[in-house]
């Protein structure tokens, strides 16, 4: 019997003679995206939910697939981009940017992405120059702010992008109120996130 580091022992292992590795390609390739997966769950939000990772991936496509090559030369900001930035991760830009009222400095962000604390309740300015950014993210942050909050925000996220750049933002339809209900009770989205929604908008 041979043991793998990282594998319980319950496991055999028999030795290939066509290899010297001691599982096949595909099984270590399989182990190693499921331990991704659960990283991934528990770090992408805020709380638990099983769909959080399918639906931080689904908004990061969507937000990457409006975004120029062009843009991607210069600077972009992710607003609300939690502890752990799962956007500005899976994106790429000469400078990336993060802001969030829980700060950073998480174990596992890359040295590149400069994160800040900012909380929108207390400040009544992005700490950045006018005409910084060619990009603004604000992915499935718009529905936890206040109304009367989002007002000062937009205007500053106008100041501080530059002319021609892109405000790019998700948020969930009016209608989904009910939906997400009914799935935070089982789980699929986190409780904490859901219940923290301030509104609902429709286009």
Known sequence: MYRTAGLPSRFPL??????RAFWPDKLRSAIRSAHRRVCLSTRVTRGHGFLEPTLAKLRASKANSLITPEQRKGRIL?????????????????????????????????????L???????????????????????????????????????TEIHRVLKPGGS??????????????????TFGAVSKEEIDEHEDSYSA
């Open 14 to 19: 028999k030795r290939s003679v066509k290899s």
């Open 78 to 114: 992710d607003f609300g981009c939690g502890s752990f930035p799962y956007f500005l991760i899976s994106t790429s830009f000469a400078e990336k940017h993060g802001l969030d009222k829980m700060g950073g400095g998480g174990g596992g962000v890359p040295a590149d992405i400069r």
């Open 167 to 184: 405000y790019v933002m998700t948020t969930p339809s009016g209608w989904t109120g009910p939906v997400l209900d009914l799935l935070k």
């Open 116 to 154: 800040a604390a900012l909380d929108i309740y207390d400040a009544d300015r992005l700490p950045y120059e006018d005409n910084f950014f060619d990009v603004v993210t604000m992915l499935a942050v718009f529905e936890h702010i206040r109304v009367d909050r989002l007002t000062m925000l937009i």
